[in-house]
């Protein structure tokens, strides 16, 4: 299973210009739909007097989830040029919105397709591009004396802990690559007293 992808490490920015419109691209890394929704809502107030806020994304390692939207231009010249430079540069969990403010002159279709793919593609140039892998977490339950022997999981796999509680009862929250979850969560089982869950 391919956990592998690229995206971009910060929020970045590309300008276009054209016949008085002015086209403002914004990347940003987002993990969910709900994260989409909400930089969307903002960028919508910061940018209240935009005549549009169109946007694209794609979403996951196999970029499974993805969207383009026109917000009011016409059919197929935002949405789609936006998601496209997304898919050229082979990138995943990344938002990218353009806000248009109209210059008083219509560009036409081909125009307003060169417009938005090329102020997403400056944006995307800006941004520094990063190799992640997908991931899920892990909670460990177990008793004080297994601590070793979970611990040395927990370095063999380089594994980024989340949460813990070391008590009688321990609890350790394990952000683990999702291509190694079942190995590891088989090696962690075979503890003694040891159970996993997974944790959305």
Same mark, same amino acid.
């Given at each position: 299973?391919?956990?592998?992808?690229?995206?971009?490490?910060?929020?970045?920015?590309?300008?276009y210009k054209e016949k008085g419109s002015?086209?403002?691209?914004?990347?940003?890394?987002?993990?969910?739909?709900?994260?989409?929704?909400?930089?969307?809502?903002?960028?919508?107030?910061?940018?209240?007097?935009?005549?549009?806020?169109?946007?694209?994304?794609?979403?996951?390692?196999?970029?499974?989830?993805?969207?383009?939207?026109?917000?009011?231009?016409?059919?197929?010249?935002?949405?789609? $040029?936006?998601?496209?430079?997304?898919? !050229?540069?082979?990138?995943?969990?990344? %938002?990218? /919105?353009?806000?248009?403010? @109209?210059?008083?002159?219509?560009?036409?279709?081909?125009?307003?397709?060169?417009?938005?793919?090329?102020?997403?593609?400056?944006?995307?140039?800006?941004?520094?591009?990063?190799?992640?892998?997908?991931?899920?977490?892990?909670?460990?339950?177990?008793?004080? $004396?297994?601590?070793?022997?979970?611990? !040395?999981?927990?370095?063999?796999?380089? %594994?980024? /802990?989340?949460?813990?509680? @070391?008590?009688?009862?321990?609890?350790?929250?394990?952000?683990?690559?999702?291509?190694?979850?079942?190995?590891?969560?088989?090696?962690?089982?075979?503890?003694?007293?040891?159970?996993?869950?997974?944790?959305?």
């Open positions: 299973m391919e956990d592998t992808y690229r995206t971009i490490e910060a929020p970045s920015e590309g300008l002015k086209f403002i691209a914004l990347a940003y890394p987002v993990y969910t739909e709900e994260e989409v929704k909400e930089v969307l809502a903002d960028l919508r107030k910061q940018y209240y007097d935009a005549r549009h806020h169109c946007y694209a994304y794609s979403l996951g390692a196999d970029k499974s989830r993805y969207r383009a939207n026109d917000d009011g231009e016409p059919n197929h010249s935002a949405g789609d $040029p936006i998601l496209g430079q997304i898919r !050229s540069f082979d990138l995943s969990n990344v %938002l990218v /919105v353009v806000v248009r403010y @109209f210059g008083g002159t219509k560009l036409g279709v081909s125009g307003l397709i060169n417009a938005y793919k090329t102020s997403t593609a400056e944006a995307l140039t800006n941004a520094t591009i990063i190799e992640k892998h997908e991931t899920t977490m892990l909670q460990v339950h177990f008793a004080y $004396p297994q601590m070793n022997d979970v611990m !040395s999981l927990v370095k063999e796999y380089e %594994l980024g /802990v989340k949460d813990q509680q @070391f008590e009688l009862d321990c609890r350790m929250t394990l952000e683990v690559r999702k291509k190694l979850e079942v190995e590891l969560a088989g090696k962690l089982e075979d503890i003694d007293g040891v159970t996993v869950e997974v944790v959305d």
